[in-house]
């Protein structure tokens, strides 16, 4: 006789996103280190006395035990590990945050076990959580680390026609190509963007995923803008959609530069970024 | 379900089906309710029916605070016993109804038809905000209420909503948060809890 199933089991997750289900239920999208990616209901979660609600909120790592469903899994009981307060207290940081889960969503197929992601996003959370950090280079870092961890690691160190060296000048990403193209064999190459020499040293320190160098990046706003292009471009052309947080986090920096708040924005974000915008 | 449908009468199989459309309404369920209507009686039915053509037909948005109205300014606008200082913002005209339940808010609302949800692409242009500024325009506006639900959404909502108006000298202010009636401290999270610590208040 095989072994029973057990009713209930136990797992931790990060909860992506959520919708609404029905009158007090919603359904979660969850990412757990050991089982990957998956879906559960959450019932009765919408009601004011919910024990469970506060614990369920997207960006909240959890620790959680699920029944099984006929369809879907249910959550009976839930505890929150680390709730990355600070992150919910910051807009632009909070944007940044959902647009990380975004793609880990995207990038994730059901109940596929990575536990690299889900390390990745519960660090960046936290470094999105740290007011003290820059929070544009970790966004950038965590991009680069998750295109690694699920097969589309960019290649930056020599050029993908040739295999040749590269040189300091300005070369070209092709994100049809997987990563960057020397000046010789960019000739007659079609869909390539330029890449300049500074661009492609700051995307190769992040692609060494060491948090420490991100948080000590001091980027002008023009790099980060270009940094940020590559990468988003290679996204799209990866995920052959564009995330639809990025939207979101766009127009908050629009409006950060019509009416900047605190000191801190200024900081972080640097004048206004013209040439992300009037560029695009 | 269709077998079911195809065995009642034409008109009856009819009804069943609009009321399958309806959200939490099952096949079982949506069968009872047609065959509850064959049995009330004719002015009854005629009553729900014209009820229905009623609310599509003279149901609009108040040109002033966006809620469902069948009078543009809606009662709450044009009566001159709320305090038109006050605009307290919300997601969605059932809202309205809650607080208006409290009887110890004397201000206007506004209702934003939906919160801003960056995974799902709903941004600030998808919701009245735009008519909400329009609002404040006059100066007459002394504070803004911010109600929107205790949740991400809700909250990346209130603070972009702040600081958009904010800098026009409008004092902007968040409903407060804490432990509901009713809860059990031990299953509190440490948000609400955090929450609920910075706004205690002396018993």
């Known amino acids: 006789m095989p072994a029973r199933i057990p009713r209930v089991y136990r797992t931790e997750a990060i909860v992506l996103r959520q919708r609404k289900l ?48 006929q369809n879907l899994d249910i959550v009976t009981q839930s505890e929150t590990v680390e709730s990355f307060m600070p992150l919910r207290e910051d807009l632009q940081r909070l944007a940044r945050g959902i647009y990380a889960a975004e793609l880990v969503d995207r990038f994730s197929e059901a109940r596929s076990e990575n536990y690299p992601v889900f390390r990745l996003l519960a660090e960046t959370l936290r470094r999105l959580a740290t007011p003290a950090d820059p929070a544009d280079p970790a966004v950038r870092l965590f991009e680069l680390q998750l295109l690694a961890f699920v097969g589309y690691r960019p290649q930056l160190d020599r050029c993908v026609v040739c295999s040749g060296p590269l040189t300091p000048v300005t070369n070209a990403f092709g994100p049809a190509l997987g990563g960057v193209v020397c000046p010789t ?71 950060t530069r019509a009416a900047p708040r605190s000191p801190g924005d200024l900081a972080e974000e640097g004048p206004a970024p013209l040439a992300a915008h009037s560029g695009a | 379900m269709n077998d079911v449908v195809s065995a009642a009468a034409a008109p009856v199989a009819r009804l069943i089906d609009e009321f399958h459309k309806l959200p939490g309404v099952g096949p079982k369920s949506a069968q009872r309710l047609a065959y509850h209507i064959l049995r009330t009686s004719a002015d009854e039915a005629h009553a729900l029916a014209q009820a229905i053509v009623d609310v599509k037909e003279q149901i609009t948005f108040c040109s002033s605070c966006q809620n469902l109205t069948d009078i543009d300014p809606c009662r709450i606008c044009r009566s001159d016993r709320r305090d038109t200082t006050l605009i ?59 109600a929107t639900n205790p949740n991400v959404e809700g909250d990346a909502t209130a603070m972009y909503l702040d600081r958009l108006i904010a800098p026009s000298g409008v004092r902007v202010t968040r409903l407060a948060r804490g432990l509901a009636m009713g809860a059990d401290l031990e299953y509190a999270d440490e948000v609400t809890l955090t929450r609920a610590l910075e706004g205690r208040q002396q018993v």
């Open chain 2, 88 to 146: 307290c913002v919300v997601e969605e005209p059932l809202d309205i109804l809650a607080i208006e339940r409290t009887r110890s808010y004397k201000g206007l609302y506004h209702v934003l038809h939906g919160v801003i949800s960056p995974i799902d692409g709903i941004g600030p242009d998808d919701l009245k905000v735009r008519e909400l500024i329009g609002r404040l325009q006059g100066g007459a506006v002394r504070e803004v209420i911010m």
């Open chain 1, 185 to 255: 064999c960019r000739a007659g190459q079609p869909g390539l963007w330029p890449l300049s020499v500074n661009a492609l040293k700051v995307l190769r320190l992040l692609q060494r995923g060491d948090w420490a160098t991100a948080a000590g990046l001091r980027l002008s706003v023009e790099l980060q803008s270009e940094i940020e292009q590559v990468l988003r471009g290679y996204i799209r052309y990866v995920l052959e959609a564009t995330p639809r947080s990025a939207v979101f986090v766009d127009a908050l920096r629009r409006d």
């Open chain 1, 22 to 69: 029905g009158e007090a239920d919603r359904i979660l999208t969850l990412y757990s280190p050991q089982l990957g990616k998956l879906e559960a209901i959450a019932k009765g979660v919408r009601r004011q006395t919910s024990r469970k609600a506060g614990h369920l909120e997207p960006l909240t790592w959890s620790t959680l035990l699920l029944a099984h469903g």
